[in-house]
């Protein structure tokens, strides 16, 4: 007789468990939906705002890059006087100060992309420095031979603002 009513008793549990576990997955699986739900929200307000700002400053990187670009660069910094080391020092250091300015604008970045600007503004300043080893005498003639060692080559900050236009390509 005890046997009975302890399969009994299973009998009348059973259906009870069963109905608690459902019941438990179903509540777990709402709350787990509810919170990914939460953070999509979140995370397309926070991109609705942040996306002008990144965009902002991919645009000031491409900026700085077209303004090293050494054609436009030499043409924008004329030489102050005829001494070829005061000009190759102000051209790098234009370029310095450039970046410096605008060093802020890497948490907006990838960072493959803002390495890659890195390399493109020591690129152009190791080009600026190879010309200057030269045997030229003035700044005028540094100028020139500046703008015809790169006229041959791909420009270092030609290939990251193509790096930088792509990477913009890919928020859309």
Known sequence: MQEEGILQMFGFLLPAVVTGVVAFYFFKMHTNNEEGRRRYLLQKDTQSSTLPIRLQ???RMA???????IPNLVVRIAPQNADKAAYETLLIKTIENEFEHNL??????TDECWNIIKAAKSATIQMIRKAGLSETDSADKLREDVLTETMDKSSPSGT??????????QLW
């Open 104 to 109: 802020s604008q890497q948490i907006y970045l």
């Open 63 to 69: 900026l700085f890059l077209e303004r090293i670009a």
């Open 57 to 59: 400053a991919y645009e």
């Open 160 to 169: 990251a603002l193509a790096f930088v236009k792509k990477e913009i390509g």
